[in-house]
T-cell receptor, first 118, second 108 residues
């Protein structure tokens, strides 16, 4: 079955360590996204990638890095420069919007990873 | 300014009640998603809509493109429905915007 997988569901790290969150999809989706959720707040965009080997900063990219070396994978690294890394992280993927062929609505969300830095 | 507005923010219902959660957005979209987030944080995709209505079990989602509004209905609510329900819209830029969620508690 096609889908999007985030792992692990829960992750604990010591302060000052970099940590990489995994997001893999086998849906042949061009676009992938990372979001962060803090208590009482909506999900906010960290980084997104519309195509392999290309990615763009979202609203809260500081302290994070990503790579998109393969279409199916979009790992997010939470660096030690991120001041408040403890949060819930959500990965999503979608078929890229192509104006010439009209709207395309397929998109999927991972289950999320809850990162706690102590 | 949030592109997506959800209401209510919090909702408490008695078991068996019919529940409605609303989502409004500001501009034209390519798709709207309803997500469910349980305590502990795991996200489950419930529906993806671009028009009309979808039903899955006790859950019904509707969307009115002209009014830029969607509703999620839960019939015969049950305590296991207690969760945060999140509306997410995808605009033509292929960006997602999320509502802040509706926290639902169903009391036995």
């Amino acid at each position: 079955d096609g889908g999007i997988t985030q792992s692990p569901k829960y992750l604990f790290r010591k302060e000052g360590q970099n940590v990489t969150l995994s997001c893999e999809q086998n849906l042949n989706h061009d676009a992938m996204y990372w979001y962060r959720q803090d208590p009482g707040q909506g999900l906010r965009l960290i980084y997104y990638s519309q195509i392999v080997n290309d990615f763009q900063k979202g609203d809260i990219a500081e302290g994070y890095s990503v790579s998109r070396e393969k279409k199916e994978s979009f790992p997010l690294t939470v660096t030690s420069a991120q001041k408040n890394p403890t949060a819930f992280y959500l990965c999503a993927s979608s078929i890229a919007y192509r104006a010439l062929v009209g709207m395309n609505t397929e998109a999927f969300f991972g289950q999320g990873t809850r990162l706690t830095v102590v | 300014k949030n592109e997506v507005e959800q209401s209510p923010q919090n909702l408490t219902a008695q078991e068996g009640e019919f529940i409605t959660i609303n989502c409004s957005y500001s501009v034209g979209i390519s798709a709207l998603h309803w997500l469910q987030q349980h305590p502990g944080g795991g996200i489950v995709s419930l529906f993806m809509l671009s028009s009309g209505k979808k039903k899955h079990g006790r859950l019904i989602a509707t969307i009115n493109i002209q009014e830029k509004h969607s509703s999620l209905h839960i019939t015969a609510s049950h305590p296991r429905d207690s969760a945060v329900y999140i509306c997410a819209v995808r605009f033509s830029s292929n960006q997602f915007y999320f509502g802040t969620g509706t926290s639902l508690t169903v009391i036995p």
